[in-house]
């Protein structure tokens, strides 16, 4: 287990969130930004590229993102817990901006693929250490909150990738297969410099910098989240923090309960791509598209219709974010999954009849009905979940490699269910596809009830007591074992 603070981490713990707070949540999920709008730019640019793909090579390309951020959290796990949380936040900023070039000047697929995947690269290892580094400033009470902002992130970057493809293809429609999908690709580098020069400001973790012995850095970072302190608390801070973790060295940093929690995210994770949300954003222009076809319609202007019509989802998204961001605190992890799930069945499964029995006008109002209520769900209890749940249960010794890991499961997940879609979609069409997902999602509120136990109102030191056994389903906010580690 990890020590019960009594300085000035437990005052930290305890604090109200103030302004800085809730920006430097926001530098720290900007990488959730630039995944969501990459994953709708994309989307957005996929008609439009002058390759020969099909649909094996239309999911390598869409995918390639994907496939980068798995070796990216894989990577950034051990070196964020050994050259600290700022340090690849960073780096992750310049690589996006490298990939976002390298995809823009593609002259083949196979360049655009490699610059997808060093997008994903930096979106990946970004995803590994956002929510490790809120967890370990923000207030137990707000952590849940802070951390959604993650996700909060993700929605307006697929929002605003969607506004600039309709803006690029509205000022050049003559370009769009020549000029117009290189700008949309490339414009990904202008905030990523932004975020580059914004972040070299931030603080490093405090209790990363207590556990490495860096007393005057842990000054610095203190006096940045407004809570001077002396240099004679911080050694004596420095001292426990640091006498704690040889102790737990000389056991074994990998515990049980460790190990336990990390499974779960993993496998929520899992469910969370696997039960369909992200089709609706890298595919989304492409599968909407065909609903504004017609005679006496251009392709590029059925085109921006799609992408007008996926925007229309975008913006339920960031809309429903906000329920998750107010919410998630007060009634909890477990009990907003589970609802999301039962919900995300029922609308997924209206879809699915709406595809097979309608046609025309009435089809694409269901479909579109069906999708903004499944992502609502998805956005006020899955989403963000799983990114705070990702941050919050790992004890600070190992949170970076075991945040790694997780994120790493994720984005394998995404990865599978990016690749995967177009084929299934081709081979047995999308209302099979579609009841394909419910089932999945129907999987995943079982799991959650059985597997996830209520974190919400504990201390970053308390969670990980919580998978000391199996989940305590009389009372889900407390270890159903509760003598190991005290």
Known sequence: MERSDSGFLAALDTRDVGRFYIYLAVLATIGGFLFGFDSSNIGSALVFLPFDLGPVGTGITVAGASLGSFVGAIVAGPLTDRYGRKSLLLADSALFAVGSIVSAVATEATTLVIGRIIIGIAIGADSAIATAYIAEFAPKHRRGSLSIIQQWMITIGILSAYVIAVIILKIAPGSATTVDWRIMLGIGFIPAIISLLMRARMPESPRWLL???????????????????????????????????????????????????????????????????????????????????????????????????????????????????????????????????????????????????????????????????????????????????????????????????????????????????????????????????????????????RFLPETKGKAAEEVIHLFEGPVNLKNPSEPSVPTLGR
């Open 211 to 449: 556990e490495h012995g860096r007393e005057d850095a842990v000054a610095v970072a203190m006096d940045k989240l407004g809570m001077p302190v002396t240099a004679e608390q911080i050694h004596t801070e420095a001292m426990a923090v640091q006498a704690e973790r040889r102790r737990l060295e000389q056991q074994t940093q990998w515990t049980p309960p460790v190990r336990r929690a990390l499974v779960v995210v993993c496998v929520f994770f899992i469910f969370q791509q696997i039960t369909g949300i992200n089709v609706a954003f890298y595919y989304g222009p492409h599968l909407l598209t065909p609903y504004f076809t017609g005679p006496n319609t251009s392709a590029v202007d059925a085109e921006i219709s799609g992408v007008m019509a996926a925007g229309i989802l975008a913006i339920v998204n960031v809309a429903a974010t906000y329920f998750a961001f107010r919410f998630i605190d007060k009634v909890g992890r477990r009990k907003l999954a589970i609802g999301a799930y039962v919900l995300m069945i029922v609308f997924m499964l209206i879809g699915a009849a709406g595809t097979e029995f309608l046609h025309g006008v009435a089809q694409l109002i269901i479909i579109m009905v069906s999708f903004a209520l499944f992502i609502s769900c998805f956005a006020i209890g899955i989403g963000g979940t799983g990114w705070l749940i990702q941050g919050e249960v790992f004890p600070t010794a190992v949170r970076g490699r075991a945040a790694g890991i997780a994120a790493a499961v994720d984005w394998l997940a995404n990865y599978a269910l990016v690749i995967a879609f177009p084929i299934l979609q081709v081979g047995i069409g999308l209302s099979a596809v579609m009841v394909i997902f419910a089932v999945l999602c129907v999987l995943g509120a079982a799991f959650v009830y």
